[in-house]
């Protein structure tokens, strides 16, 4: 059987890079007896200072992170990042809230907020860090394009400004150049994945994008090639389990995802009944909802580049943390990996057909 390492993936010129549905790894001997065993560990370095006890973040989208979803996911070794649309005066709220509840429960989960680029995104900033400039654990710089001087600009501002009391995370980015970009500008992590996400259509509008899983492999050939610090975070396309240990596998440090927690009790919104069923409204920051709702319309000569939809209500968070979490655990125990460092060293890759892709997925229950 041939299998690859991540990294031969991409190989030569014609090789078509691969998305997850593209790829499966390759079991191998393993001494591990259980995927409870107390020898696996699931934790993560983000940056110098800061790690997370499980590589999983929630999107900055006003439909899937506010202090309810960084309350439970943070208090469980996750972490959700505060969206910026809003005002800054509610991200105080918010900020607030997380801190505050946490102080009533014990622990208190990570701490972090978005901000976008530009002089009001600057303001937005100012007016957050100022009032909690000890408790930031993340400022999150969220635009579509990482890979831009606007961002650079952005990056070297909000640094400035901090130092070295809050961590900063970056993108999106789609390659190794975009990586090495940030990277070298001093981002501590970086978003990676333009294009890939369930209600974004980007790809479809204009035309451009990369897999994820391809964008992962490339930036993860820049970081060790370079030997950058800065964490990757695969951003986009993330739908099963499966997709979030192949994502680790090539790279990756941590996931970034919106619809594995939209729909549930603590994502925003009220829940609304969609031909009978209870649900919850997912959108894409980029919709026309969005732009609609929040800046007044689609600004003329521009289009929009993401959907709306529905979820149906899918219970508690942690349900689906504790899936993704159990998934990775079985899949370390595949390839004898006690962490994800041994994970990505021990994994190997092989190509799929469109018939072990339908073989891959539970064919016993279609009719």
């Known amino acids: 059987m041939i299998s690859f390492r991540a990294e031969e993936l991409l190989g030569d010129a014609g090789v078509t890079p691969p998305a997850f549905d593209d790829v499966l790894l390759v079991p191998a001997y393993s001494s591990l007896s259980s995927r409870l065993s107390s020898e696996i560990d699931l934790r993560t370095r983000l940056s110098s200072t800061f790690r997370l006890g499980i590589p999983i973040i929630s999107?900055?989208?006003?439909?899937?992170?506010?202090?309810?979803?960084?309350?439970?996911?943070?208090?469980?070794?996750?972490?959700?990042?505060?969206?910026?649309?809003?005002?800054?005066?509610?991200?105080?709220?918010?900020?607030?809230?997380?801190?505050?509840?946490?102080?009533?429960?014990?622990?208190?989960?990570?701490?972090?907020?978005?901000?976008?680029?530009?002089?009001?995104?600057?303001?937005?900033?100012?007016?957050?860090?100022?009032?909690?400039?000890?408790?930031?654990?993340?400022?999150?710089?969220?635009?579509?394009?990482?890979?831009?001087?606007?961002?650079?600009?952005?990056?070297?501002?909000?640094k400035n400004r901090i130092g070295n009391t809050a961590?900063?995370?970056?993108?999106?980015?789609?390659?190794?150049?975009?990586?090495?970009?940030?990277?070298?500008?001093?981002?501590?992590?970086?978003?990676?994945?333009?294009?890939?996400?369930?209600?974004?259509?980007?790809?479809?509008?204009?035309?451009?994008?990369?897999?994820?899983?391809?964008?992962?492999?490339?930036?993860?050939?820049?970081k060790a090639n370079h030997k950058y610090d800065a964490a990757i975070i695969a951003d986009g396309g993330i739908r099963y389990p499966a997709d979030f240990v192949k994502s680790l596998a090539a790279g990756a440090d941590a996931?970034?995802?919106?619809?594995?927690?939209?729909?549930?009790?603590?994502?925003?919104?009220?829940?609304?009944?969609?031909?009978?069923?209870?649900?919850?409204?997912?959108?894409?920051?980029?919709?026309?909802?969005?732009?609609?709702?929040?800046?007044?319309?689609?600004?003329?000569?521009t289009c929009a580049e993401g959907v709306s939809t529905h979820i149906p209500l899918k219970g508690k968070a942690h349900y689906i943390l504790d899936e993704f979490s159990g998934g990775l655990r079985s899949a370390l125990t595949y390839c004898n990996a006690r962490n994800i460092r041994e994970l990505r060293e021990n994994a190997r890759f092989i190509r799929m057909s469109q018939s072990s892709l339908d073989e891959s997925h539970a064919f016993g229950t279609k009719i």
């Open 59 to 158: 999107s900055p989208m006003d439909t899937v992170t506010e202090s309810q979803m960084a309350l439970s996911l943070g208090g469980r070794g996750a972490m959700g990042v505060i969206h910026r649309f809003m005002t800054p005066e509610r991200q105080v709220e918010e900020i607030n809230s997380i801190l505050t509840t946490s102080q009533i429960g014990g622990g208190r989960p990570p701490v972090a907020f978005a901000i976008g680029v530009g002089k009001s995104e600057k303001i937005r900033f100012d007016r957050v860090y100022s009032q909690f400039p000890e408790s930031i654990d993340w400022v999150s710089i969220d635009v579509a394009n990482g890979h831009s001087e606007y961002m650079l600009d952005m990056l070297r501002w909000v």
């Open 167 to 222: 961590n900063i995370m970056v993108g999106n980015v789609a390659t190794g150049d975009g990586y090495k970009f940030l990277a070298d500008a001093g981002a501590d992590a970086i978003r990676v994945g333009i294009g890939g996400g369930s209600i974004c259509k980007t790809r479809l509008m204009t035309g451009f994008g990369v897999p994820t899983l391809s964008s992962v492999i490339d930036c993860y050939r820049a």
């Open 255 to 301: 996931i970034m995802a919106g619809r594995m927690f939209a729909g549930t009790i603590e994502s925003p919104g009220e829940i609304v009944l969609v031909n009978g069923v209870r649900s919850k409204t997912y959108r894409g920051m980029a919709s026309r909802e969005v732009q609609e709702d929040k800046r007044g319309g689609l600004k003329p000569g």
